[in-house]
């Protein structure tokens, strides 16, 4: 029988080959043509900005309350909402880098730093969902009922909605 928590860990495996892709980008730096490199960076921007960030949005907003509310510490995801921000924090320097190198092959300057934007956001994605999956979810669902879990993802939907309508103004 599947898990009341199946169809956040679903999304979570929609998402993992775009997070996979972050550290592949990364690599391509120095070895990829200019037009490869760019399109690459272009691709994890938008996956980033428009489904990433959307995921974390609704996180925020409906899931990490409810595990505060189960754990009996309101504050008990603060650690997890951080990381959302630093994702933010990174996703903005990715933008101006990516703004930097659309008329050409990165420098050395600007290699570096977008090698260390992708490789640390694919870290930090990686070891949020790791926490997720390994900790949040097996509470969730030994504490949610099907119905409190069915309001919580449409809650999730409905806050991922509201960012993304904000996203495309």
């Known amino acids: 029988m599947p898990s009341i928590m199946q169809p956040l860990r679903e999304e979570h495996q929609e998402l993992l080959p775009q997070i996979e892709r972050?550290?592949?980008?990364?690599?391509?730096?120095?070895?990829?043509?200019?037009?490869?490199?760019?399109?690459?960076?272009?691709?994890?921007?938008?996956f980033l900005t428009l489904h990433l960030i959307p995921h974390a949005h609704a996180e925020d907003a409906a899931l990490y309350p409810v595990i505060g509310k189960v754990m009996g510490a309101?504050?008990?995801t603060a650690?997890?909402?951080?990381?959302?921000?630093?994702?933010?924090?990174?996703?903005?320097?990715l933008a101006a880098v990516r703004s930097e190198i659309a008329t050409g092959y990165p420098?050395?300057?600007?290699?570096?730093?977008?090698r260390r934007i992708l490789y640390g956001l694919y870290a930090l994605i990686k070891v949020?969902?790791?926490k997720e999956e390994e900790i949040y979810l097996p509470l969730l669902e030994a504490r949610l009922t099907?119905?409190?879990?069915?309001?919580?993802?449409?809650?999730?939907?409905?806050?991922?909605?509201?960012?993304?309508?904000?996203?495309?103004?």
């Open 79 to 93: 650690t997890m909402s951080r990381d959302h921000v630093e994702v933010g924090r990174l996703t903005d320097e």
């Open 22 to 46: 972050l550290r592949a980008v990364a690599d391509l730096i120095g070895d990829a043509s200019v037009e490869t490199l760019q399109r690459a960076v272009d691709e994890v921007y938008a």
């Open 74 to 76: 309101a504050r008990a």
């Open 146 to 169: 099907d119905d409190e879990a069915r309001e919580l993802f449409g809650a999730m939907e409905h806050a991922a909605h509201q960012i993304k309508a904000q996203l495309t103004r």
């Open 128 to 130: 949020h969902f790791a």
């Open 107 to 114: 420098d050395e300057r600007q290699a570096k730093a977008l």
